[in-house]
Protein backbone atom coordinates (compact mmCIF):
# COMPACT_ATOMS: atom_id res chain seq x y z
CA UNK A 1 0.00 0.00 0.00
CA UNK A 2 1.14 3.21 -0.95
CA UNK A 3 1.69 6.42 1.55
CA UNK A 4 -0.34 9.00 -0.05
CA UNK A 5 2.77 11.37 -0.57
CA UNK A 6 4.35 8.74 -2.56
CA UNK A 7 1.77 7.69 -4.77
CA UNK A 8 0.94 11.47 -5.55
CA UNK A 9 4.79 12.02 -6.55
CA UNK A 10 4.88 8.54 -8.52
CA UNK A 11 1.68 10.35 -10.59
CA UNK A 12 4.01 13.51 -11.16
CA UNK A 13 6.49 11.45 -12.64
CA UNK A 14 4.45 9.46 -14.62
CA UNK A 15 3.78 13.56 -16.08
CA UNK A 16 7.35 13.93 -16.35
CA UNK A 17 7.75 10.57 -18.23
CA UNK A 18 5.46 11.84 -20.74
CA UNK A 19 6.85 15.07 -21.10
CA UNK A 20 9.90 13.29 -21.53
CA UNK A 21 8.43 11.50 -24.47
CA UNK A 22 7.00 14.49 -25.59
CA UNK A 23 10.05 16.66 -25.77
CA UNK A 24 11.71 13.44 -27.72
CA UNK A 25 8.83 13.70 -30.23
CA UNK A 26 9.12 16.97 -30.84
CA UNK A 27 13.17 17.07 -31.36
CA UNK A 28 12.52 13.90 -34.03
CA UNK A 29 10.93 15.96 -35.73
CA UNK A 30 12.75 19.10 -35.83
CA UNK A 31 15.43 16.33 -36.69
CA UNK A 32 13.45 15.11 -39.53
CA UNK A 33 13.00 19.02 -40.89
CA UNK A 34 16.70 19.49 -40.76
CA UNK A 35 16.78 16.21 -43.48
CA UNK A 36 18.57 14.08 -40.97
CA UNK A 37 17.14 10.63 -40.09
CA UNK A 38 19.38 9.22 -38.23
CA UNK A 39 19.10 11.35 -35.87
CA UNK A 40 15.32 11.81 -35.45
CA UNK A 41 15.26 7.48 -35.08
CA UNK A 42 17.03 8.25 -32.11
CA UNK A 43 15.23 10.53 -30.61
CA UNK A 44 11.57 8.33 -32.21
CA UNK A 45 13.21 5.56 -30.32
CA UNK A 46 13.75 7.57 -26.85
CA UNK A 47 10.37 9.03 -26.90
CA UNK A 48 8.80 5.30 -27.44
CA UNK A 49 11.41 4.30 -24.08
CA UNK A 50 9.71 7.24 -22.02
CA UNK A 51 6.51 6.11 -22.53
CA UNK A 52 7.78 2.55 -21.73
CA UNK A 53 8.75 4.28 -18.12
CA UNK A 54 5.41 6.09 -17.76
CA UNK A 55 3.83 2.90 -18.07
CA UNK A 56 6.31 0.78 -15.62
CA UNK A 57 5.42 3.52 -12.98
CA UNK A 58 1.25 3.37 -14.16
CA UNK A 59 1.90 -0.50 -13.22
CA UNK A 60 3.56 -0.26 -10.20
CA UNK A 61 0.96 2.25 -8.76
CA UNK A 62 -1.72 -0.21 -9.68
CA UNK A 63 -0.01 -3.39 -8.29
CA UNK A 64 0.16 -0.96 -5.32
CA UNK A 65 -3.23 -0.97 -4.85
CA UNK A 66 -2.92 2.85 -5.49
CA UNK A 67 -4.88 4.76 -8.41
CA UNK A 68 -3.10 7.04 -11.19
CA UNK A 69 -4.06 10.12 -11.84
CA UNK A 70 -3.11 11.73 -15.29
CA UNK A 71 -2.28 15.68 -15.90
CA UNK A 72 -1.93 17.81 -18.65
CA UNK A 73 1.33 17.32 -20.65
CA UNK A 74 3.45 20.66 -20.87
CA UNK A 75 3.91 21.95 -24.69
CA UNK A 76 7.63 20.91 -25.72
CA UNK A 77 9.09 24.22 -27.05
CA UNK A 78 12.39 23.41 -28.75
CA UNK A 79 12.68 26.59 -31.13
CA UNK A 80 15.09 26.51 -33.64
CA UNK A 81 17.82 24.32 -32.62
CA UNK A 82 21.12 22.70 -34.40
CA UNK A 83 22.10 19.16 -33.41
CA UNK A 84 24.17 19.64 -30.98
CA UNK A 85 21.95 22.23 -29.35
CA UNK A 86 19.05 19.23 -29.34
CA UNK A 87 21.36 16.90 -27.40
CA UNK A 88 22.59 19.49 -24.99
CA UNK A 89 19.02 19.99 -24.27
CA UNK A 90 18.28 16.18 -23.85
CA UNK A 91 21.37 16.22 -21.60
CA UNK A 92 19.83 19.17 -19.31
CA UNK A 93 16.39 17.18 -18.80
CA UNK A 94 18.03 13.74 -18.04
CA UNK A 95 19.84 15.04 -15.75
CA UNK A 96 16.56 17.11 -13.83
CA UNK A 97 14.71 13.52 -14.48
CA UNK A 98 17.67 11.95 -12.55
CA UNK A 99 17.04 14.80 -9.78
CA UNK A 100 13.34 13.93 -9.82
CA UNK A 101 14.06 10.06 -9.28
CA UNK A 102 16.32 10.72 -6.32
CA UNK A 103 13.38 12.28 -4.89
CA UNK A 104 11.36 9.69 -4.84
CA UNK A 105 13.75 7.18 -3.74
CA UNK A 106 14.75 9.76 -1.08
CA UNK A 107 10.98 9.71 -0.05
CA UNK A 108 10.67 6.02 -0.07
CA UNK A 109 13.58 5.79 2.07
CA UNK A 110 12.43 8.34 4.53
CA UNK A 111 9.12 6.44 4.33
CA UNK A 112 10.33 3.19 4.94
CA UNK A 113 8.65 2.18 1.55
CA UNK A 114 10.75 -0.50 0.75
CA UNK A 115 9.27 -2.42 -2.04
CA UNK A 116 9.34 1.59 -3.70
CA UNK A 117 13.11 1.39 -3.43
CA UNK A 118 13.59 -2.20 -4.71
CA UNK A 119 11.49 -0.23 -7.13
CA UNK A 120 13.34 2.82 -8.21
CA UNK A 121 16.41 0.81 -8.11
CA UNK A 122 15.99 0.23 -11.99
CA UNK A 123 15.29 4.05 -12.73
CA UNK A 124 18.18 5.05 -11.20
CA UNK A 125 20.36 2.81 -13.22
CA UNK A 126 18.11 3.48 -16.13
CA UNK A 127 19.02 7.30 -15.60
CA UNK A 128 22.75 6.74 -15.59
CA UNK A 129 22.84 5.04 -18.43
CA UNK A 130 20.89 7.42 -20.64
CA UNK A 131 23.04 10.42 -18.89
CA UNK A 132 26.03 8.90 -20.36
CA UNK A 133 24.60 7.71 -23.57
CA UNK A 134 23.58 11.18 -24.41
CA UNK A 135 26.83 12.80 -23.35
CA UNK A 136 28.78 9.69 -25.37
CA UNK A 137 26.75 11.42 -28.89
CA UNK A 138 27.69 14.95 -27.64
CA UNK A 139 31.17 14.25 -27.51
CA UNK A 140 31.29 12.87 -30.69
CA UNK A 141 29.36 15.81 -32.15
CA UNK A 142 32.24 17.74 -30.36
CA UNK A 143 35.05 15.86 -31.91
CA UNK A 144 33.84 15.96 -35.48
CA UNK A 145 33.70 20.06 -35.04
CA UNK A 146 31.37 21.73 -37.94
CA UNK A 147 31.90 19.10 -40.40
CA UNK A 148 29.16 17.67 -42.09
CA UNK A 149 30.43 14.62 -42.74
CA UNK A 150 31.32 13.97 -39.96
CA UNK A 151 27.50 14.69 -38.32
CA UNK A 152 26.52 12.23 -41.87
CA UNK A 153 28.45 9.31 -40.24
CA UNK A 154 27.35 10.31 -36.45
CA UNK A 155 23.59 10.01 -38.35
CA UNK A 156 24.48 6.92 -39.90
CA UNK A 157 25.70 5.18 -36.75
CA UNK A 158 22.32 6.15 -34.89
CA UNK A 159 19.98 5.36 -37.37
CA UNK A 160 21.52 1.42 -36.21
CA UNK A 161 19.98 1.76 -33.15
CA UNK A 162 17.10 -0.91 -32.91
CA UNK A 163 15.59 -0.19 -29.19
FE1 LIG B 1 12.64 8.29 -18.37
FE2 LIG B 1 14.93 9.54 -20.00
O1 LIG B 1 14.11 9.31 -18.36
Same mark, same amino acid.
Given at each position: &?L???? %?? &?????I?K? /????Y???? *???K??E??R? +???????????E %???? @? *???????H?Q? +? !????? @???????? %?????D?F?K @????E #??V??????????A??? !?????Q????? /??M????????V??????? !? !???D?K @? +??????RK???? #? %?
Open positions: &MKPKM %EK &MLNEQNE /FYASLYLD *MAACSMGP +GFAKWFKLQAK %EIEH @A *MKIYSYIEG +G !NVKLD @AIDKPNVG %ESAIKLE @ALEH #KYTKSINELMDEVKS !NDYATIFLQW /FIEQLEEESSQEIIDSL !N !NMGS @A +GLYVIGLYKR #K %E
